[in-house]
């Protein structure tokens, strides 16, 4: 309290008006559950409508549209498993296996009947496109997995720190409501809302 009734805002020089921004910020913050009551209307084959009534469960969070423009900088997110999600490699991985599985069942027909040698040469054909998956499928496993190694370095030796360096300017802001801007206790002047990203990430 002591501290707020030194500092006052470089714009207006007084310190009536003048708050924490995180503290403005978790205080804002209001959890809420319950159940809202969802009406849905529907025709049956005769034509008739009929109304019906459901229960629907909710839990959010919810803050004030001041909390919503000085709430901190979102964290980088760093990219999780590649392999940890059904994706188009895994379906070229599928089809390959399936592939090769049917083009050997041609050519052991082949061998074993003599008239059925003739479609010995669709089978191989077969086999052939199905390594071709294989390879398409590594080849864009690696790719995926050298993106993904790239992006996540990058966001470690560069946005993390950034975005550290942000958060630690972010917990010495100060907001005016008098004069609707932000400010540190070494800043000479305030800085409007719409420039606290350039005043977080300074270039």
């Known amino acids: 309290m002591g501290e707020l009734a030194k500092l006052a805002c470089p714009s207006c020089g007084q310190s009536d008006c003048v708050q924490k921004v995180s503290a403005i910020v978790s205080s804002a913050a209001i959890h809420s559950q319950g159940v809202t009551v969802e009406k849905s209307d529907y025709k049956d084959k005769d ?3 009929y ?10 969070t919810q803050s004030t549209v001041l ?23 895994s379906f070229l991985l599928i089809m390959a296996c399936f592939l090769l599985i049917i083009g050997a069942c041609i050519l052991t027909m082949g061998l074993m009947r003599p ?15 199905g390594v071709i998956l294989i390879f398409t499928y590594i080849n864009l496993k690696n790719t995926r997995e050298k993106n993904t190694a790239s992006k996540t370095q990058t966001i470690q030796n560069s946005e993390l720190p950034q975005w550290e360096k942000a958060m630690g300017r972010w917990e010495l802001l100060y907001y005016c409501s008098r004069d609707d801007c932000i400010f540190t206790q070494d800043d000479k ?15």
């Open 67 to 89: 909390a919503e423009k000085l709430k901190p900088p979102a964290k980088p997110m760093i990219p999780g498993n590649p392999n940890a999600r059904w994706t188009v490699t």
């Open 47 to 49: 034509g008739k409508w």
């Open 115 to 129: 008239d059925l040698r003739a479609n010995m040469i669709s089978g191989i054909l077969v086999i052939i496109t």
């Open 189 to 203: 002047k305030g800085t409007s809302l719409d420039d606290m990203h350039e005043l977080l990430f300074p270039k």
């Open 51 to 60: 109304s019906s009534t459901e229960q629907v469960p909710f839990n959010g």
